[in-house]
C-alpha cells in the first residue's frame, strides 16, 4: 500500500467466519487499499466485524443468513453510496452487491448470481443482473473516471478462461448468451485487468472446484473472479494477478484473491 497507488482485491469466501484463518494474515501481509468480499453467508448482526476492526480496517457489508453477502475492507474511510442497485429493494439483491467510495474512487462489489441451469429462471435473473449493471455503466456512471468493478461475476469470458471449454458450452457460467452479456460491458467501456496484464496467458485460475480432486494441481479451474475498471483506471493499472496460495491452505475457499494495482 502506497500512497500513490491504489491496490484492490476480491475473494469469495464462501463463509467469512470459515476463512477469517486466511483472510486477516492475507490483509496484514498484502496491506491492500480495498478487499471486496462475497459470499460471506452471515447475518449483519453476525459479521465478525470486531475481528476486521481489531485490525485498523474499516468494513461495509449487508449480508442474509446462509447464503450470498458481500462486504468492502479498508483501512480508509469509506462512503457507501447503495447496495444492490440504486433501485434495489430486494433483500437479496442488496446482499449481492454494495457499491462505496474510497479515496475518490468508486467500486461496485459483486455477487453475480451463478443462474443455476440453462432452463432455470435464476439464469434469465443471471442475464437480468448484467442487463442492469449495463445500463447502469452506460448511464449513472457513464464517463466517471474513477470507476472499479470487481467480484464474482461468474462468467468465463472466453475459452482460455476455463479448462476444457469444448465441454462448457452448456454451462451457466460459459454460455455463449453470458459471455455476451460480459462483452457488451467490456465495450461500454470497461477493461479486464488481469488480461490487459496477461494477455492470452493460459491456465490462469481464480475458482477450483471443491468436487475435482487435486484441481488446483491439475489447473482443471475457471477465471471468473474479476476486476473491470474504466478506461482512465486501466490506464494507470501497473499489475494484476491471481494469488493461488490461499486456495491451497487449510479449509480454504473454492475461489482464491485477484489483485490489481494502480497508480493515482
Known sequence: MRNDSFTLATFNTNGIRARLHIILPWLQKHKVD??????????????????????????????QKAYNGVAVVSPHPMDPVFYGFPDSTLDEEMARQVCVRIKDITVINS??????????????????????????????????ERLIWCGDMNVAPEPIDVYAPELKGN????????????????KAGLTDCFRLIHPGEPEQYSFFDYRIPRSVERKLGWRIDHILSSQSMASRLEDSFIDLKPRLMEKPSDHTFVVATFRL
Open 34 to 63: 480495498c478487499l471486496c468480499i462475497q459470499e460471506t453467508k452471515v447475518q449483519d448482526k453476525d459479521f465478525p466485524l470486531e475481528a476486521f476492526n481489531d485490525h485498523g480496517l474499516n468494513v461495509i457489508f449487508r449480508g
Open 111 to 144: 455477487y453475480v448470481p451463478q443462474g443455476k441451469s440453462l432452463d432455470s429462471p435464476a439464469f434469465q435473473a443471471k442475464l437480468r443482473w448484467f442487463a442492469r449493471m449495463l445500463a447502469l455503466i452506460k448511464g449513472e456512471f457513464k464517463g466517471l
Open 171 to 186: 454451462h451457466v457460467c460459459f454460455h455463449k448468451s453470458v459471455r455476451d452479456a460480459f462483452k457488451e460491458l467490456i
